[in-house]
């Protein structure tokens, strides 16, 4: 099955509302067609990302959500309202929430199900840490991660969604998965949505994220489970961030 890729950037805590307009008319006006595009920025910037990106090729969404629907929940911020702003996606899960904030498997599919409510795609993070790949449990710790969402919202959600493997070793370390590993990872996960759904699975789009660069994009790109990537540090310097956007189109 076709599937069209999709770099997504993470700005993760950075950025000012000076410093984001050069950046934000860069990707808007590089960013051509073949992949898609969409960057994922902190709440206070959502408004600014869709004043500059609204009617291009580029997509804006978030970084979290509650995974509650609306009230005395200070701090938190609802589906609803990223939808208000025309939030395209959210990330749920991301490694940092999960190892930071006591973002548990349990958390993680409710926030997936509020998100999918609002009519936001929800890009659900998955990956394993250095100790769990050396003790050679990868496979078991995706497929928890994965399970407790498909548990939650059933396997039709994942129609409306996407995955991002992130290995948590690979993430602003500058250690990259090799090719090799990502695909490898990929293909099982995909393999775990097959035995729900053959359609589903085959047309799901699995993103791999951690320490992707101009240079190694794509490598990563081209292997055939590999539908784009999450892109945290140099999707802060658009020069960096369009050449991967380049690589995947
Ligand atoms: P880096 O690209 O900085 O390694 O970050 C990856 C990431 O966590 C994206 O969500």
């Given at each position: ?66 995974e ?34 006591g973002d548990t498997d349990a958390v993680v599919a409710a926030k ?138």
């Amino acid at each position: 099955m076709m599937r069209t890729k999709l770099v997504a950037g993470n700005w993760k805590m950075h950025g000012s509302l000076a410093a984001n307009l050069g950046l934000l008319h860069a990707v808007r006006e590089g960013a051509g067609g073949g992949a898609e595009v969409a960057l994922c920025v902190p709440y206070p910037y959502l408004a600014q990302a869709q004043a500059v990106l609204n009617g291009s090729h580029v997509a804006w969404g978030a970084q979290d959500v509650s995974e509650h629907e609306q009230g005395a929940w200070t701090g938190e911020v609802s589906a609803a309202m990223l939808a208000d702003f025309a939030c395209s996606y959210v990330l749920v899960g991301h490694s940092e929430r999960r190892s930071f904030f006591g973002d548990t498997d349990a958390v993680v599919a409710a926030k997936f199900v509020a998100a999918q409510k609002a009519g936001l795609v929800p890009i659900l993070c998955v990956g394993e840490s250095l100790a769990e790949r050396e003790a050679g449990i990868t496979g078991d710790v995706v497929t928890r991660q994965i399970d407790a969402v498909l548990a939650k919202g059933g396997i039709a959600g994942f129609a409306r969604a996407i995955v991002a493997y992130e290995p948590v070793w690979a993430i602003g370390t500058g250690r990259t998965a090799s090719p090799e590993q990502a695909q490898e990872v990929h293909a099982l996960i995909r393999s775990r949505f097959a035995r729900e759904d053959a359609d589903v699975a085959g047309g799901l789009r699995i993103l791999y994220g951690g320490s992707v660069k101009a240079g190694n994009a794509a490598e990563l790109f081209g292997r055939p489970d590999i539908d784009g990537g999450l892109i945290g540090g140099a999707s802060l310097v658009a020069d960096d961030f369009l050449a991967i956007c380049a690589a995947a189109a």
